[in-house]
């Protein structure tokens, strides 16, 4: 098991049953992530371009798989992915496109993602929940297909349609475009580092950027030059930590130039605007009893797990370690942040 979480000398894919076995034990949770980033140096940025980095890993992909699937939103992600197998000639078998089944929160697939793959001579697979799939999950309280990893318990099942446990996995590769380098500055030092709530690990599930360390570190060289050239330092720790700065994140790591990609925006009160929509257009008795379940993960496992002390903005995350850019080192939260994570 490689991305995963362990607690109590267990390990876990799922985050509900991680946080069961920490409240029952009282034990530090840790987000494990592949072996090879500890036997890397990360204080030596990769000759290669990212744009080489990515066509390799893309052929070797190609090589060691019956089937290539490319999991595709219609971001910026997800897209370099599909472009890197696209000018590079690498066969793609599928591309496969989530929806939440509220037309007013799929204007990413809709106005993106799927003018961009009607053009291409690829077999496309469009998953999308039923109003009566959410009438059985809520109402009916349901299992359905449900999440993998139970990480995210915004209204949206989208998630859903993502579980690779429902999905052939035998010589299949499971492509998404995860994840963006993550980065914090502190006594003078670069360090990176993951969150599992942005990877949202699950078995059979490929992370293009991440499950290699020399990819991630690419990322990371990059994302810091471009920082040290442009930004005040006190301005270090916001590029990634602050939404204001997602195109300067994605342009510094190669995602693109100019962006024609949509953006998320975060609400106060939900997971992000796209939740805000389906809420807005779903009937209001299933909104209901989609309340009464976050309630009930209240009540089970209290309010501070949860980002804002609420389900629906999800669990907080937890850290893996942090390796250094700076010199050969790694830190665990507790070490570098002895008074509790905090970004200056």
């Given at each position: 098991?490689?991305?995963?979480?362990?607690?109590?000398?267990?390990?876990?894919?799922?985050?509900?049953?991680?946080?069961?076995?920490?409240?029952?034990?009282?034990?530090?949770?840790?987000?494990?992530?592949?072996?090879?980033?500890?036997?890397?140096?990360?204080?030596?940025?990769?000759?290669?371009?990212?744009?080489?980095?990515?066509?390799?890993?893309?052929?070797?992909l190609r090589a060691n798989n019956d089937k290539i699937i490319?999991?595709?939103?219609?971001?910026?992600?997800?897209?370099?992915?599909?472009?890197?197998?696209?000018?590079?000639?690498?066969?793609?078998?599928?591309?496969?496109?989530?929806?939440?089944?509220?037309?007013?929160?799929?204007?990413?697939?809709?106005?993106?993602?799927?003018?961009?793959?009607?053009?291409?001579?690829?077999?496309?697979?469009?998953?999308?929940?039923?109003?009566?799939?959410?009438?059985?999950?809520?109402?009916?309280?349901?299992?359905?297909?449900?999440?993998?990893?139970?990480?995210?318990?915004?209204?949206?099942?989208?998630?859903?349609?993502?579980?690779?446990?429902?999905?052939?996995?035998?010589?299949?590769?499971?492509?998404?475009?995860?994840?963006?380098?993550?980065?914090?500055?502190?006594?003078?030092?670069?360090?990176?580092?993951?969150?599992?709530?942005?990877?949202?690990?699950?078995?059979?599930?490929?992370?293009?950027?991440?499950?290699?360390?020399?990819?991630?570190?690419?990322?990371?060289?990059?994302?810091?030059?471009?920082?040290?050239?442009?930004?005040?330092?006190?301005?270090?720790?916001?590029?990634?930590?602050?939404?204001?700065?997602?195109?300067?994140?994605?342009?510094?790591?190669?995602?693109?130039?100019?962006?024609?990609?949509?953006?998320?925006?975060?609400?106060?009160d939900n997971y992000n605007n796209k939740d805000a929509e389906?809420?807005?257009?779903?009937?209001?008795?299933?909104?209901?009893?989609?309340?009464?379940?976050?309630?009930?993960?209240?009540?089970?496992?209290?309010?501070?797990?949860?980002?804002?002390?609420?389900?629906?903005?999800?669990?907080?995350?937890?850290?893996?370690?942090?390796?250094?850019?700076?010199?050969?080192?790694?830190?665990?939260?507790?070490?570098?942040?002895?008074?509790?994570?905090?970004?200056?």
């Amino acid at each position: 098991m490689s991305w995963h979480l362990e607690c109590n000398n267990k390990k876990f894919v799922s985050k509900l049953e991680v946080l069961r076995e920490y409240k029952q034990s009282k034990q530090a949770m840790r987000f494990c992530i592949p072996e090879t980033y500890d036997n890397y140096d990360f204080t030596v940025a990769p000759k290669e371009s990212l744009e080489e980095l990515c066509k390799q890993k893309a052929l070797n992909l190609r090589a060691n798989n019956d089937k290539i699937i490319i999991w595709y939103s219609g971001g910026c992600d997800s897209h370099y992915v599909l472009n890197t197998f696209l000018k590079n000639n690498i066969k793609v078998d599928e591309i496969h496109m989530v929806k939440s089944g509220f037309s007013n929160a799929d204007y990413e697939i809709e106005k993106y993602a799927i003018p961009f793959v009607n053009k291409l001579n690829i077999k496309t697979v469009v998953h999308e929940p039923t109003l009566d799939y959410y009438e059985k999950r809520y109402v009916e309280n349901k299992t359905q297909l449900g999440s993998s990893n139970d990480y995210w318990h915004h209204f949206r099942l989208n998630n859903d349609f993502e579980n690779l446990q429902h999905h052939d996995t035998e010589g299949v590769a499971h492509i998404f475009g995860k994840e963006k380098p993550t980065l914090c500055f502190i006594n003078g030092k670069w360090y990176m580092y993951f969150l599992d709530v942005d990877v949202t690990p699950q078995p059979n599930q490929i992370n293009f950027f991440s499950d290699d360390p020399i990819i991630h570190s690419k990322q990371c060289h990059m994302l810091i030059n471009e920082i040290q050239l442009t930004k005040n330092q006190s301005d270090y720790n916001k590029v990634t930590w602050f939404h204001e700065d997602q195109n300067f994140w994605n342009r510094a790591i190669g995602r693109y130039k100019n962006s024609t990609f949509p953006l998320k925006e975060m609400m106060d009160d939900n997971y992000n605007n796209k939740d805000a929509e389906a809420i807005k257009q779903a009937p209001e008795h299933i909104v209901n009893a989609w309340q009464q379940k976050i309630k009930a993960l209240v009540q089970e496992l209290g309010a501070d797990i949860f980002n804002r002390r609420d389900p629906a903005i999800g669990t907080i995350g937890i850290f893996s370690k942090f390796y250094c850019l700076t010199e050969k080192s790694t830190k665990t939260v507790d070490e570098l942040f002895p008074n509790g994570f905090k970004l200056q």
